[in-house]
């Protein structure tokens, strides 16, 4: 589940207010340890670090990452810096970034974000990618999401959060659903892979759904 971040890359999305769900696991870190700030479930989210660049370097040249985002060809390290820099020029204004990292052991497991920030009519765009395939299935990207959008909500105070994700993605369009994303458009034959054209839906949550699901 990967969608957009920055120089058209796909990057695919806490505990100030997880997902509305009074038994959904509390932050637990060892004796003498931290509480992170934007937190859910198994995992908790970081800003990104030069050291992350090998990390992110192997997970966007696998294949298996890369199918679901708008990125057909390999990146290097001068590559990947100049996108780092960049992304760290816009992060705390228009946009936030974060890696996504275990609570057992703080391993990175992806990455999400929050891009075309809109303090005024109050809205963003949803980004993630898991990067490993053997992590995906673990509940990490459907918590992070929870931590983000809690994020956007209340800390930024969000009104919108919308995501894109390709037709085929079928099984991440469940997971979107689950958390309270509503479909609201097809943008048709929007990108091209594998010779092909494939159609791109938009879906968001409001506010409104968010408050309501803590209301369920």
């Known amino acids: 589940m990967r969608t957009s971040s920055g120089s058209n890359r796909r990057r695919p999305t806490a505990r100030l207010r997880a997902m509305p769900d009074d038994d959904a696991p509390r932050p637990s870190f060892p004796p003498g ?10 995992v908790y989210l970081r800003p990104g670090e030069r050291r992350d660049i090998p990390v992110f370097l192997r997970w966007m040249n696998d ?3 890369t199918r679901t985002l708008l990125m057909n060809n390999p990146i290097g390290e001068a590559m990947e810096e100049r996108w780092f820099d960049q992304m760290l020029e816009h992060h705390g204004r228009d946009r936030w970034y974060f890696v996504i990292c275990r609570m057992a052991d703080d391993r990175p497991v992806g990455s999400i974000d929050l891009r ?4 005024r009519n109050g809205s963003a765009t949803l980004g993630i990618v898991i990067g490993d395939p053997a992590d995906t299935g673990h509940g990490y990207g459907s918590s992070a999401i929870r931590a983000l959008v809690a994020f956007g909500f209340d800390q930024l105070r969000l009104e919108r959060i ?13 997971v979107y659903e689950r958390l309270g994303f509503v479909h609201e458009g097809t943008r048709r034959h929007a990108f091209y892979r594998d010779g092909a054209h494939h159609d791109d839906r938009v879906m968001a949550i409001l506010r409104e759904d968010w408050a309501a ?3 369920d």
């Open 162 to 174: 919308q995501l894109e994700v390709f037709e085929y993605n079928a099984s991440a369009r469940r």
């Open 213 to 215: 699901q803590a209301r």
């Open 116 to 119: 075309d920030v809109d303090v």
């Open 33 to 42: 340890g931290r509480v992170p700030l934007i937190a859910h479930g198994p």
């Open 63 to 65: 294949s298996r990452t």
